[in-house]
Structures are given as structure tokens and as C-alpha cells.
């Protein structure tokens, strides 16, 4: 169970500081102010975004291929997969995507970090990205819900659907979303 806060001072470099972290039930994910990414913890499904499904005991740094200037923005964790936004309006994940939850059109799961493409308008921004068991939920500044996986019952405290979706798509949206967790910085 990894649920409590973790000194990582023994893990960070000179004048380095903890900016988010978000803390699972197996696994987590630290951001740093240098734009580091640290993980640690289970890894079955390939959800620390390392290349391999080795468990991380101690922080290892997840080496990320942004753009120059990119920086991470949000965190989001699934019960087995992880997934960052950044401040150019990317979403990556990686880890457990049996039922589509990456949005990247097939069921294949992910031992690095790869960009899910997402169809926004020309200046919208995403705003939040937040991780359920089964799915991904996105959503932007011109109030547009994005949804990828099994959102059997996750989505909303109504049920919208029940149907799995391997690609990112726009979903109505028009009753309250169930908080499952997210790390806005």
C-alpha cells in the first residue's frame, strides 16, 4: 500500500523540490521543480512508464521526451496506469490498457509514456485529466469532456454508458463527474 506521503529528499538533486506527487494504491508518480519525473512502486502493467514491469522500490527517474519548454502540468493515476498533461496541451500514459483506457486504439499496454491524441479545437486547453480504475477522463476550457476505456459507473454519478472505447472521444457531460483523483500544478 503506498497511500502515505514519502520523503524523497535522498532522491532529489541539489536545489530540487517536490512540485505534485500523486500517490496510488500500488503505485506513484513525483514531479519535480527541475521537470523530473520520479516513480516508484508496482509496475505489472508497465504503469511507471520505465520500459520494463520490474517493481521500483526506491524513486527511479522516468526519463520523458518532451518538447523544449514542455513541462508537466497534471498527474493522473488509474489503479494500473499513469498519465501526465503538460502546458502544450499533451496527455500521456502509459501502463494497463486492457479496456482502451490509454485511448491510443487498441488494447495494448504501454511500458513507456506515449502521447494519446486528443481532437481539441484551436486555443482550448485541457484543464483536468483524471484516472479511474477502468478509464480516462479529460476535460477542457471550453467545457468539453473527453473519455477513453470502461466507464461503467466511473464517468458520472449517472450512468452515461457502458460501452468500452479505445479512442479518445468527446462525451456529454451534463450531470456532475465523480472525483477520483488528480494533481493540478
Not at 506513484?28 to 516513480?39: G, K
Not at 508537466?72 to 496527455?91: C, D, E, K, M, P
Not at 500514459?93 to 479545437?121: H, M, W
Not at 472505447?165 to 462525451?171: A, H
Request: glycine fraction near 8%; proline fraction near 1%; include cysteine.
Amino acid at each position: 500500500m503506498m497511500k502515505e506521503k514519502q520523503d524523497y529528499s535522498k532522491w532529489l538533486k541539489e536545489d530540487e523540490r517536490v512540485i505534485a506527487e500523486m500517490i496510488g494504491e500500488k503505485h506513484a508518480l513525483i514531479y519535480t521543480n527541475l521537470n523530473r519525473l520520479l516513480v516508484r512502486g508496482e509496475n505489472s502493467f508497465g504503469q511507471l512508464g520505465l520500459g520494463d514491469f520490474k517493481k521500483r522500490e526506491e524513486c527511479v527517474e522516468c526519463f520523458l521526451h518532451l518538447k523544449k519548454d514542455e513541462t508537466i502540468t497534471q498527474l493522473a493515476l488509474g489503479t494500473y496506469h499513469s498519465l501526465f498533461s503538460t502546458n502544450q496541451n499533451r496527455v500521456f500514459g502509459t501502463g494497463f490498457n486492457y479496456l482502451g483506457q490509454l485511448g491510443l486504439k487498441d488494447y495494448t499496454f504501454r511500458s513507456q509514456f506515449v502521447e494519446c491524441p486528443i481532437a481539441l479545437n484551436e486555443n482550448e486547453n485541457i484543464i483536468s485529466i483524471k484516472a479511474g480504475l477502468r478509464d480516462t477522463r479529460i476535460e477542457t476550457d471550453l467545457n468539453r469532456f473527453f473519455s477513453c476505456g470502461n466507464n461503467k459507473q466511473q464517468l458520472t454519478l449517472e450512468r452515461l454508458t457502458q460501452k468500452e472505447q479505445t479512442i479518445v472521444e468527446e462525451v456529454d457531460m451534463s450531470s456532475s463527474c465523480v472525483d477520483l483523483g488528480m494533481i493540478v500544478l
